[in-house]
């Protein structure tokens, strides 16, 4: 079935440094990516994207990799700040015309000063 | 423009009554999706609704349904309610319908089953 298997659960870093959160999803069809960010009692929002025919996209210190081949696609942040602290969600689309979404489980980032 | 809007924000229900939450989406989008987020589970998928139509639904039993208004706003209702409904419902809404847009969520409604 549908899935989007996503890691680490939890991440802790320094801050001015880098972070990667790794995705993978099963449905071959799936031609949408995109990352959410929610912090603590907000919405979950959309920081950057990727669909399936780019293998890379940034905006600012994130980026976002796609690969299609291997069914994986990542965030990095780069120069991590301590307002980027929050749960990270990827998700992953199903087929076309359609805006059902499948997330992974999340990622909780925590940038220390 | 007002974001997605979410009512009531807060919920607390006992075990087998019903609830309905509403959802008003973006002035102009006509696609509403609804999702349940706990902590262990993630954000999972209910349903998908364009132009008043169901166009998707997720793994969730009948107790789950939901409708779409032609003014696209729309709701989602729990019956017989289960401890384990306890929840944030999220609904989220885009301009087509079709992933090209992305989704803007509401902020929710807490629901407790007690």
């Known amino acids: 079935g549908e899935n989007v298997e996503q890691h680490p659960s939890t991440l802790s870093v320094q801050e001015g440094d880098s972070a990667v959160i790794k995705c993978t999803y099963s449905d071959s069809a799936s031609n949408y990516f995109p990352w959410y960010k929610q912090e603590l009692g907000k919405r979950p929002q959309l920081i950057i994207d990727i669909r399936s025919n780019v293998g890379e996209k940034k905006d600012q210190r994130i980026a976002v990799t796609l690969n299609k081949t291997a069914k994986h696609f990542s965030l990095h942040i780069t120069e991590t700040q301590p307002e980027d602290s929050a749960v990270y969600f990827c998700?992953?689309?199903?087929?076309?015309?359609?805006?059902?979404?499948?997330f992974g489980t999340g990622t909780r980032l925590q940038v220390f000063p | 423009k007002a974001g997605v809007t979410q009512t009531p924000r807060y919920l607390i229900k006992t075990r087998g009554q019903q609830v309905t939450l509403s959802c008003s989406p973006i002035?102009?989008?006509?696609?509403v999706s609804w999702y349940q987020q706990t902590p262990g589970q993630g954000l999972q998928f209910l349903f998908e609704y364009f132009s008043e139509t169901q166009r998707n639904k997720g793994n969730f039993p009948g107790r789950f349904s939901g409708r779409q208004f032609s003014n696209s706003r729309s709701e989602m209702n729990v019956s017989t309610l289960e401890l384990g409904d306890s929840a944030l419902y999220l609904c989220a809404s885009s301009l087509r319908g079709d992933t090209n847009y992305g989704y803007t969520f509401g902020s929710g409604t807490r629901l407790t089953v007690v």
């Open positions: 002035s102009g989008h006509r696609s």
């Open positions: 998700a992953a689309s199903g087929a076309y015309n359609t805006d059902k979404l499948i």
